[in-house]
């Protein structure tokens, strides 16, 4: 059984910062890659970062220059802080654990809403 697992999110005012953080557990296996993604309501799922085990990092157009992922793939971590927070950023935040074997694993989300 694998859980992967979010923490963070909240309630932020617009400009603000927030920082989520992801733990993957419960397999020997290897993890070729973490991510982050979102959803808004009524929208699809986006890509809003990644990061490899080799520590190769991509971003979404949105969030360049205003969130960083870090962390770990070799630990099973990520995080990701996110600075300069807008309204549009307002998304149910979804992990992703991407592990070597081709088998991907999400966390259950995490709500963040940037609102005044």
């Known amino acids: 059984q694998v859980d992967v697992v979010e923490s963070g999110g909240g309630l932020v005012q617009p400009g603000g910062s927030l920082r989520l953080s992801c733990t993957a557990s419960?397999?020997?296996?290897?993890?070729?890659?973490m991510g982050w993604y979102r959803q808004a309501p009524g929208k699809e799922r986006e890509l809003v970062a990644h990061k490899t085990s080799g520590s190769s990092t991509r971003y979404s157009d949105s969030v360049k220059g205003r969130f960083t992922i870090s962390g770990d793939t070799a630990e099973n971590t990520v995080y990701l802080q996110m600075n300069s927070l807008q309204p549009e950023d307002t998304a149910v935040y979804y992990c992703?654990?991407?592990?070597?074997?081709?088998?991907?694993?999400w966390g259950q989300g995490i709500q963040v809403t940037v609102s005044s």
């Open positions: 419960g397999s020997s296996t290897r993890i070729f890659l």
């Open positions: 992703k654990a991407h592990f070597y074997g081709n088998t991907v694993y």
